[in-house]
DNA sequence: TTATTAAATAGTAACAATTACTAATATAAT
DNA sequence: ATTATATTAGTAATTGTTACTATTTAATAA
């Protein structure tokens, strides 16, 4: 069995994510974290955040667009994304636990979670006239 | 401005996903389209399905796994995945409309649309004891 | 402390999904 | 039939991500 070893670059990418609320891209953590870590690797922001994604400690975000998000709120949100400027947002919603059983009426098989993606224009994008 | 002309392939592909219901991913679609056009390019299954998209004559599925999925169901509905097998089938429930607006009470900008994915197991995996 | 063991790393190569490029072909309009 | 341009096949390039490997680092035992 393999036992975890604690490591500083994995506890920079844990930190790193959670000071941020703008669920970074691995590639934006890996350009935050080289200001501390220069020569931290990519590989390395790769395999650590999908470890905490395994060991539940952060989650993975799959908003449709380019690459994968992270987010270190594990608590159960939504998400709102801008389909002008990709910006993805919070969304404090109460999770929609009954849909969950909705959904179960209608599926051929059970049904464990869901993910919500709600999708529009942020604000900044309707001010400037979505440029 | 760019005018529209018609092509073989892309009807072709159309059609070929017009008569699936297992929402293929566009390697998928480009096997089961060489059977009847061998020498298909891959860029030309990849441009017309994101064409169709734009269009507004199908919708692509960004389910979190690898790669995208095509669906020619256009009319708002639900998919169920199972973490198993990887498996997307269609899940019948009605659109819930409300929770547009559920949301727009806690978005920071304008929802005009949402996607839910449900995950579980599906009858055949739970049926086959998860293998 | 030093030695041992195994996990983690940096750096690089490989991979998978997708898009871009280009010369040739097919479609629509004249 | 001629012309203009959208579309194609084939290939190269890009992007996001994972795999590989020799070296380093952390935990543990002597």
Redesign the pocket.
Known sequence: ??????????ESIKACLMSRHDHP???ALYTLIREE?P?????????????LVELGEIQKL?CGD???RFDADTSPHYHFVCKNCGKVSDLPLDPLVNINHLAQEHADGTVESHTIYFYGTCKECFENNYR
Chains 1, 2 share one sequence.
């Open positions: 069995m393999k036992t975890l070893k604690y490591s500083r670059q994995r891209t691995a590639d870590y020569n931290i690797s990519l590989g390395t922001v790769y395999r650590n955040l999908n470890l799959t380019g690459a994968d």
